[in-house]
């Protein structure tokens, strides 16, 4: 998704404004631009492709401006190329902005502006925003007609205009060459954060890209926008109400978006793995009571154990860690569960009944479809749990109640340990509420105790990382892969799949394994590798009899079984041990080896891990 930074303080902007857009290069992009306003002319600079093409361009020396605004785009309306880039300039010369979101009725728009005669530039629905915003400005026309309140900042009075007549999302950051002290942030649907220091402000899409200036931010809501001088800031509506925002630490550090010794953001946030789920399950469990302690939703947790239907929502990683809730809470809490994709569920007029509760998980808290899903439940009367990662994110800020993952920020594209920490969160809340239903205090104490002791194990499995090179290697020229798993492990063969396709572009297909009976057995060949989840399990002999039909016609066999496990080693072709778990407990160890298969196959194969092709770490459009 496309990324904003903008800052007005002392400093020069540009390296700050170009930093900044370092930073949120893992949120995906095609085009980057800066706009610095010195005295009353704008600066521009875009470029298509990377940010070090941007800087190839831009002026040698030092650059003294302190204001601007700069972008990463991800191209929603118009191709990849440099005039669709942002800053956009409205017809006047006297707006820019840059723009995170899509304007659904751009269209209808630039026909009215152009009946006006606004000239344009681009294909873009961003360009259109420019131009609303130039037009009320020079003209003062208001659509409704009444006239600018006298004494109103002329500057906000027009981007208020513009903004009531926008249909869609937008997070917004605006200069106007007359107000050379000012800068306008405004937000609806697409994230946007006020990071405050020292008399030097920045604005940006996510915190990874004010962390370094300052850890204190005011968080956008929706149809609010904030004009910045360095004197200060004023938060309001876009009916011009004032608003009060309160003032939240930024909850990670530097270090934390820091690559340290690692090649890839992937390769650490994989190897973070032991950390971030101890701390995702720090403080949470009571092991001499057998019981979970889950602050966010206490209030939720009576009608949780009560409820007759949880519907589980989401997108990609996160919709598969879903289904691993819809084993676990059907297993573990005697809970009818399903799974939606959320992109399905907002349009589908869902059936919600009195008491069903809907759990919405996202690491980055964005994921439009997401969001709209939630706002579909809420509309429903259901009770809406978030389950996300980015603190005060949107989807966290819209739920009723929720779950932080607590795994500190991910910034490459390829989800890993949001998964596992998705998971980790599901399988506590499962057992908490079989806690209160029916689960022994002796049996959930022994499962949570395994599951404090998962981190060590997943220790274990990264330490084959070199191994599993090895296979990727061997199998990097095969252009179609299978993932199959049975239970509570075929989720987890979606998510394989998913893995190996998005960052080595090797096309995946993850099934319950008894599916590939029903037709992909077709697919079968020595060019086709099967990855077989084959963990000891209430399922293992009926997988054991699926790895046979994959090699009695020719197939080739990818295999993670369970350690000690010494029948299974002729029938593989590639072999992967792991340490034993509980059943309910494995897809977080059994997801570990899939990571790093994708992973290897990914560097292998020469692809930029953690910004694949067309890919964006969040997606904020629908
Ligand atoms: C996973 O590796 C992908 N990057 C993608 O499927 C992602 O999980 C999906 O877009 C949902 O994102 P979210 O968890 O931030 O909502």
Known sequence: MCGIVAYIGHKPARPILLEGLKRLE???????????LADDTFEIYKADGRISALEDILPTGQANEVI??????????????????HPHLDATGKITIVHN???ENYATLKKWLLSKGCQFKSDTDSEVIANLIGYFYSTENARDGNDRPAGENKFEWAVQQAL????????LAILCSD???TLIGAKKGSPLILGVGENEYIIASDAAAIVEHTTQAIYLSDNEMVTVSTEGFRTMTIDNVVVTKELKDIEFSLEQIELADFEHYMQKEIAEQPTAIATCLGGRIDLTNGRVILGGIDEQLRDLTRTKRIILTACGTAWHACLVGEFLFEQLARIPAEVEYASEFRYRNPIIEDGTIVIAISQSGETADTLAAVEQAKERGATVLGMVNVVGSTIARTTD???YLRVGPEIGVASTKAFTAQVAVLTMLAIELGRR???SSDYAAALLRELNDLPEKIETILRQSDHIKQIAQANIDKENWLFLGRGVNYPVALEGALKLKEISYIHAEGLPAAEMKHGPIALITDRMPTVFIATKSSQYDKIMGNIEEVRARGGKTIIVATEGDDRIADHADHLITIPDATEQLQPILTVIPLQLLAYHAAVLRGHDVDKPRNLA????VE
């Open 617 to 620: 770490k969040s997606v904020t």
């Open 401 to 403: 109640a929720g779950i």
């Open 68 to 85: 601007g605004i700069g972008h990463t785009r991800w191209a929603t309306h118009g191709a990849p190329n440099t005039t669709n880039a």
């Open 164 to 171: 009531h007549e926008l249909c869609g999302t937008y997070g």
């Open 26 to 36: 893992y949120r995906g992009y095609d085009s980057a631009g800066i706009a610095l």
């Open 437 to 439: 239903r029916h689960l």
């Open 179 to 181: 107000y050379p002290d």
């Open 101 to 103: 979101g899509i304007i």
